[in-house]
């Protein structure tokens, strides 16, 4: 096969790509952009000659990065920096695993609390993991109507996830959609957050210093007796 120099139109391209005079390149493989050269890697022409020698057009091949090497599952790694940043701590990550022996489970009554608006409480009926997108839906009574509301558990505007309280016993479905009849509804949740809530702020009053406390205690006697010594009497 008679050989044909290459064009020197062809020499910005050979020095941008680092092909060296002489080098041999590759054979069936057509310059991106140049759809007329599709003949050139037809299984008829010769393999043992070049066709851009033979055509004077040079003929790259295409460096083939393989995505297995540099990143084996992508889908896990995005998951894992988005976590890793929206949830820092871990602690929402922890509170729905399965791994976790005290994870929320449904059935369980769970306080949402936003960054803007009120806070929500309802049975938890449903609990879609999805990774990133794990969301939880929740069942509750907004004046006396049953309203079902789905959370993202990482989403930036839920501020926090509390477990108010824990299923009487196991249940045996993922999904409690029995309970949306009149027979099986919760109803409303009020009174058992308010109950914890309660609890939840004595608890908190009664860990905090023991000084601060018998100041508060001890100010409060005294203001009570003050009072006490103010009143007026009756003069005999």
């Known amino acids: ?50 066709p851009g020698r033979q055509f004077g057009i040079p003929i790259f091949e295409p460096s083939a990065l393989n995505i297995k090497k540099t990143c084996s599952n992508p889908v896990a790694a995005v998951t894992a920096s988005q976590t890793s940043i929206l949830d820092p701590t871990g602690a929402r990550t922890r509170l729905f695993s ?72 196991k249940t045996r479905r993922a999904r409690l959609t029995y309970m949306r009849t009149v027979k099986h509804d919760r109803g409303s949740v009020e009174n058992v957050v308010r109950i914890y809530l309660r609890q939840k702020a004595a608890l908190g009053s009664s860990e905090g210093p023991k000084g601060k406390k018998g100041d508060a205690a001890k100010a409060a006697m005294m203001g009570a007796g003050g009072k006490k010594g103010k009143g007026r009497g009756k003069k005999r």
Request: some cysteine; charged content about 25%; hydrophobic content about 40%.
């Open 1 to 50: 096969m008679q050989e044909k120099e290459i064009d020197e139109k062809w020499e910005p391209t050979l020095r941008k790509e680092g092909v060296r005079p002489g080098q041999s390149m590759c054979p069936l493989v057509v310059v991106s952009g140049i759809g007329t050269l599709a003949a050139l890697a037809s299984p008829h022409s010769n393999t043992d000659g070049s």
């Open 98 to 169: 399965k791994a976790n022996p005290e994870c929320a489970r449904v059935g369980d009554i769970l306080l949402v609390r936003q960054r803007s608006g009120d806070p929500f409480a309802g049975v938890c009926i449903n609990i879609r993991r999805r990774g990133i997108d794990t969301a939880i839906l929740l069942r509750g009574q907004l004046t006396r109507v049953g309203v079902e509301v789905w959370y993202k558990v990482y989403s930036p505007m839920v501020e926090g996830i509390e477990v108010v309280q824990r299923a009487a016993r």
